[in-house]
Nanobody, 127 residues
Framework: QVQLVESGGGSVQAEGSLKLSCAAS????????MGWYRQAPGKERELVSA???????FYTNSVKGRFTISQYNTTNTLFLQMNNLKTEDTAVYYC?????????????????????WGQGTQVTVSS
């Protein structure tokens, strides 16, 4: 089981930027998916972006053109650069890494037991 630690959250005004980081305790290369979810108050957790093996990067429609996911294999770190933030981006952001190798669908971690999760980091965007 991999330990995931997120950082980089905080409070920012609309149109501002934040960069989230997710550091993994072990090598997560080869996992079928690494991604970011978020959960706003009163809403269900949703997939924001994911890097998958053998598939294009996934972004949910509301963040396309504003968020960029990336990974740095040397340090087993996943990033989420968030630009032009909007108030509706306010949520707790979670890093998720699939436990399986190979190919998986973007929403693979919608079933939490299939993935390892970080503790979450709060992002608050004010107008």
């Amino acid at each position: 089981q991999v330990q995931l630690v997120e950082s980089g959250g905080g409070s920012v005004q609309a149109e501002g930027s934040l960069k989230l980081s997710c550091a993994a305790s072990i090598n997560i290369g080869g996992r079928c998916l690494m991604g970011w979810y978020r959960q706003a108050p009163g809403k269900e957790r949703e997939l924001v972006s994911a890097i998958r093996q053998f598939a294009p990067i996934f972004y949910t429609n509301s963040v396309k053109g504003r968020f960029t996911i990336s990974q740095y294999n040397t340090t087993n770190t996943l990033f989420l650069q968030m630009n032009n933030l909007k108030t509706e981006d306010t949520a707790v952001y979670y890093c998720a890494v699939a436990r399986a190798p190979g190919f998986c669908i973007p929403t693979y971690c919608d079933r939490p037991p299939l993935c390892d999760w970080g503790q979450g980091t709060q992002v608050t965007v004010s107008s």
